[in-house]
C-alpha cells in the first residue's frame, strides 16, 4: 500500500501523490497490521476544549467588567450614566471578535471585515453622542488607509497569487473613495486624513490596473460570470 511520509497515512489505491499534501507516495511494507488496527490516519489534537475555556473567560470579565462600572457608577451618577458607554464599548469589542474568529481562516477577508464594522461602529457612537463628525473626518480615512496598507503588506509577505488577493485590494481601495463624498457633499472640519486617504486610494487603484490589469478583468470576469 502506498505511504504519505509527510502526513503518516496509508493512502489506497494508484495514486502517485497524497491527496492532502502532493508528497509523492512510498510503497509501505507490512501495512496489514496497521489496516486490521484501524489506525489509518493520524490522530489530530483537538484543542476545541482550550478555545471554549478561553472564550468563557472572557466572557466572565467582560460580565464582571459591566456590573463592577454599572455598581460604581449607580453610586456616582451625578456625573452621568457612563456605565452604558462602558457596556456598548465591551459590546463591540465582542463583535469586533466575533468578526476575527468567523473570518479566521481568511486573513484578507477578515481584514475588510474588521474595516467595515470599525467604520459602522464609530458611526453610530458619533450619531449617539451627538454628531461631532469626528467619525468620517478621522476614523474613515486612517481606518481606510490602515486597511490598503495592511492588504498590500499581507499580500508581499505571504507572497500571494493575485487572483488570491485581487478582489480583497480592489474592495480596500474602492471603500477608500468613500471620504470623497463626505469631501463634496459633507462639512468636514478636517480635511486632511480624507484627502489623503482619497489620494492613496487612487494610487492604489492605478498600480492595481496598471501592473495587473489583466488579472484585475479576469477577476472581475470570473466574479460576475460574465
Not at 473570518?103 to 461631532?132: H, P
Not at 488570491?164 to 473613495?177: A, Q, R, T
Amino acid at each position: 500500500m502506498k505511504y504519505c511520509p509527510r502526513c503518516k497515512v496509508f493512502i489506497d489505491g494508484s495514486r502517485q501523490r497524497c491527496p492532502l499534501c502532493e508528497t509523492k507516495l512510498t510503497e509501505k511494507e507490512g501495512f496489514s497490521k496497521i489496516w486490521s488496527e484501524g489506525d489509518f490516519f493520524p490522530k489530530v489534537p483537538d484543542n476545541s476544549g482550550i478555545y471554549n475555556l478561553c472564550i468563557k473567560i472572557f466572557l466572565l470579565i467582560t460580565v464582571v467588567a459591566i456590573v463592577s462600572s454599572v455598581a460604581v457608577n449607580y453610586f456616582f451618577h451625578h456625573r452621568g450614566w457612563w456605565s452604558f458607554f462602558v457596556a456598548a464599548a465591551l459590546e463591540c469589542i465582542w463583535a469586533s471578535a466575533g468578526i476575527a474568529i468567523r473570518k479566521r481562516k481568511n486573513i484578507l477577508k477578515n481584514v475588510l471585515w474588521q474595516m467595515i464594522a470599525i467604520s459602522l461602529i464609530c458611526m453610530i457612537w458619533d450619531k449617539l453622542t451627538g454628531w461631532r463628525g469626528w467619525s468620517v473626518s478621522f476614523v474613515l480615512p486612517i481606518t481606510y488607509m490602515t486597511a490598503m496598507l495592511v492588504l498590500f503588506i499581507l499580500n508581499k509577505v505571504m507572497r500571494l497569487r493575485a487572483e488570491d488577493y485581487m478582489i480583497y485590494s480592489m474592495m480596500g481601495s474602492l471603500f477608500g473613495l468613500i471620504p470623497l463624498i463626505f469631501l463634496i457633499f459633507g462639512d468636514l472640519k478636517y480635511r486632511v486624513p480624507s484627502v489623503l486617504c482619497v489620494s492613496a486610494s487612487v494610487v492604489f487603484l492605478a498600480v492595481l490596473i496598471i501592473f495587473q490589469g489583466s488579472y484585475m478583468v479576469n477577476e472581475l470576469k470570473r466574479r460576475s460570470h460574465w
